[in-house]
């Protein structure tokens, strides 16, 4: 176990977490124990020092105050870090330039001291009370360093003056990891269960070979198809994937199969063989998009020495499990269980992307409209414990596991919302957009945590929403011949006290062009329409411009601040007709 001079093992760390009773304790240890700071070092820092250095998917870098206010370093600061110190930045009403904590080193070390102690009490486990701020340090850097993280910028995020400082932390290599760690220089030979000896597939070129014939398939059905076939399927007849098949079979079956047991796509092996094996993968069924799991195969005439079972899904929501079996030694390694995460996220992207392809095209939709009473959605919970009203507005799409959702609020301040969903994972932010005279209009930021985001990630469209008294209506429309007991099952999965409440078809309506510009007619008044076309074809809208807004404005006679007046509020005219559709009854 942990003591003050060993290293703390992952288990003993999550344990510290869980001792932790307040927002700054959870992200003193955090910053420590995953970004690798001092405890002087978090004296410095100040919400300004984050920096978004990618922002597709977020990723952040934390510039490292010296005494005398210039930069010591930047650490690598991890995306969850960066949620938890933006949360306790918000709730503590910290500015960007001030201190994040207001206290001395001795204080933070103190802090941490006490948590350990309480871990200590609550694990029965004495040697959790020796755990220190150095401790943390210590874990920072064996973590990184054994996941494999480059030993340079292991350096340079920890503040380590040298590489000598870290050697303590890298481990003997064994001899198994020896043989890994010169194996690409030399890949071994496969002894294939024929009799026949061939190179491994290059992981590289089959990558490509699974892009190429994911991207050219239209429908999911397509995709799986596909996908078995590349994996499992004779030569690709590409140079760089010339050779044996990546794996002896491949097979997919759906969470909620339509025409019962069977695959939806198979190769390298009868489907009807396929109802045989899953008996020996019982639980192999990954609940996630992209986690792989390898089992053992036994007891069936043909079956692969070893089999990986991957979740194929996007965002949170997993549609099928990939099964693939390979008959040679050594399969599935670290790089190989890898390289099928991300085919099981890859074909999980191209199947909502069909889903929502021809959601698009389709003449003839179906609207369902989904109730759900599970306490696991934010908002059923919140409209419930406050007795509040909750009705959407609109939901915007940042990361496939990210979504913008606005909604307005009644029945209750929007301050005991939002210590709500301070206390739920699922609520990245929220924050206050406007308010109304009975009403108030919120952004959330969720990472799941609602129904409505596990529609959308099952290519439907969610038209409409309303959540109040514990009961949340959604309605949303999928196409004609998308597998509706999918999504339905889809929603339950995650949200069990769901049920499908009805579905239509309806025919999709065209809205024309000249039915556009009449819903434009209608909500701009003559000077907003001026001055829109003026500044259109005048190039002010043009990068780079063409005309400023100051000669816009001269032209037309007018002040420059009576032109703003009058384009900001043509273009949220604009934006209304596009977003929301025409109205007849609305005056100018």
């Not at 934390?62 to 969850?80: K, Q």
């Not at 959330?444 to 109040?468: C, H, K, M, N, R």
């Amino acid at each position: 176990m942990a003591s003050h001079g060993d290293e703390l093992a992952r288990t003993e760390y999550e344990a510290l977490l869980d001792a932790a009773e307040s927002y700054r304790e959870a992200l003193v240890v955090r910053l420590v124990g995953e970004t690798g700071l001092r405890p002087r070092e978090l004296t410095r820092i100040r919400p300004d020092d984050v920096h978004e250095q990618r922002s597709d998917p977020p990723r952040y870098l934390l510039s490292i105050p010296t005494e005398s206010g210039g930069e010591d370093r930047r650490a690598y600061l991890p995306t969850a870090v960066e949620g938890e110190l933006r949360r306790y930045v918000r709730n503590a009403g910290i500015a960007g330039d001030e201190r994040v904590f207001s206290v001395g080193a001795r204080r933070l070390q103190m802090l941490v001291s006490e948590v350990a102690d309480r871990a200590a009490t609550r694990r029965s486990d004495p040697s959790l009370a020796g755990i220190s701020t150095d401790g943390l340090r210590r874990f920072f850097a064996r973590r990184t360093l054994v996941a494999g993280v480059n030993p340079r910028a292991v350096k340079a995020a920890g503040g380590w003056g040298s590489f000598q400082s870290l050697e303590p932390y890298l481990p003997e290599p064994t001899d198994d990891a020896l043989v890994a760690a010169f194996d690409p220089v030399e890949p071994d030979r496969i002894d294939r269960s024929d009799g026949t000896t061939a190179s491994p597939p290059g992981i590289p070129g089959r990558h490509r070979a699974v892009t190429e014939a994911i991207l050219e398939s239209s429908t999911p059905a397509e995709i799986e198809a596909e996908l078995c076939e590349t994996l499992a399927g004779s030569d690709l007849g590409d140079d760089s994937v010339a050779g044996p098949p990546a794996y002896d079979l491949a097979w997919i079956e759906r969470r909620t199969p339509e025409d019962g047991e069977s695959p939806h796509a198979a190769c390298g092996i009868d489907a009807d063989r396929t109802a045989d094996l899953p008996g020996s993968f019982e639980g192999s069924r990954e609940e996630r998009p992209g986690e792989v799991a390898v089992v053992e195969a036994d007891g069936v005439d043909r079956s692969p020495e070893s089999v990986a079972a991957v979740g194929v899904g996007y965002g949170d929501a997993t549609y099928a499990t990939l099964f693939v079996g390979a008959d040679r030694e050594g399969a599935f390694g670290t790089d190989e269980r890898g390289w099928l995460s991300t085919v099981g996220r890859q074909a999980g992207h191209a199947v909502a992307a069909a889903r929502r392809r021809t959601l698009l095209l389709s003449d003839t939709l179906v609207e369902l409209e989904i109730v759900c009473r599970d306490g696991n959605s934010f908002f059923v919970s919140a409209s419930a414990q406050l007795g509040c009203r909750f009705e959407l507005d609109s939901l915007v799409s940042l990361t496939e596991a990210t979504q913008l959702c606005y909604v307005r609020l009644e029945g209750a301040p929007p301050t005991d919302v939002f210590d709500l969903a301070d206390a739920d994972p699922g609520v990245d932010d929220c924050r206050l957009v406007g308010t109304g005279d009975e009403e108030w209009r919120v952004e959330f930021v969720l990472l799941g945590s609602s129904p409505i985001v596990t529609l959308t990630e099952y290519g439907t469209t969610v038209l409409a929403a309303t959540i109040e008294e514990g009961v949340a209506r959604i309605a949303a429309e999928c196409s004609a011949d998308a597998e509706i007991r999918a999504i339905v099952e889809g929603v339950r999965s995650a949200f069990p006290d769901s049920e499908l409440a009805g579905k239509r078809e309806v025919e999709r309506s065209v809205r024309t062009a000249s039915e556009f510009r009449e819903g434009i007619e209608q909500r701009l008044t003559d000077r907003q329409e001026a001055a829109l076309r003026a500044a259109y074809f005048g190039g002010y809208y043009d990068w780079p411009r063409e005309s400023t807004a100051e000669e816009i404005a001269d032209a037309m006679g007018i002040s420059s601040p009576t032109l703003h007046n009058h384009l900001r509020k043509g273009q949220h005219e604009l934006l209304r007709t596009f977003f929301d559709g025409p109205s007849t009854d609305e005056t100018r």
